[in-house]
């Protein structure tokens, strides 16, 4: 059977009448990210591990039920922006969240400023510590 080129075409981009996990992932690393060129090369595995959400937190690893919860041990879901920006037992390595405006600068911030590029480190460092013990319990 031959089929015609209407009958293989793609689905227009506007084809989900719903929002999904994805397409609210894709918004969210768009702001930090607006587009992909060889001058954002990203070097760090760290700064990965924020933009993409796939490292040591609860919230990556309960999806592949390697934790029980996504919950970190503060009662937060324990996801990136908590660790860097909010959670108590990573206070030391905080960094300021950025505006909306500013978000875009922020991957080049981070990793142009030692001290800022440490923070990040050390607070994923703490976010691994913390799975480690959540999945001995």
């Given at each position: 059977?031959?089929r015609?080129?209407?009958?293989l075409?793609?689905?227009s981009?506007n084809?989900r009448?719903?929002p999904?996990?994805e397409?609210?992932?894709e918004?969210?690393i768009r702001?930090f990210?607006?587009s992909v060129?060889?001058?954002t090369?990203?070097?760090?595995k760290?700064l ?12 990556y690893l309960?999806?592949f ?5 996504a919950?970190?041990?503060?009662g937060?879901?324990?996801d ?5 920006f ?6 030391d ?6 505006s909306?405006e500013?978000?875009?600068l922020?991957?080049k ?22 799975c480690d013990?959540?999945s001995?319990?």
């Open positions: 059977m031959t015609t080129t209407s009958e075409a793609l689905p981009p084809f009448t719903t999904t996990y397409t609210a992932f918004n969210w702001g990210v607006p060129d060889t001058k090369l990203i070097k760090s760290y990965i591990y924020f933009l993409t959400g796939d490292g040591p937190f609860p919230c309960s999806s039920k390697i934790l029980s919860s919950l970190c041990e503060c937060s879901l324990g990136p922006d908590h660790y860097l909010d959670c108590l037992m990573t206070r390595h905080h960094l300021k969240k950025p909306c500013a978000k875009s922020w991957p911030n981070v990793m142009s400023t030692a001290a800022n590029h440490e923070k990040l480190v050390n607070c994923f460092k703490v976010s691994r510590a913390i013990r959540l001995r319990m």
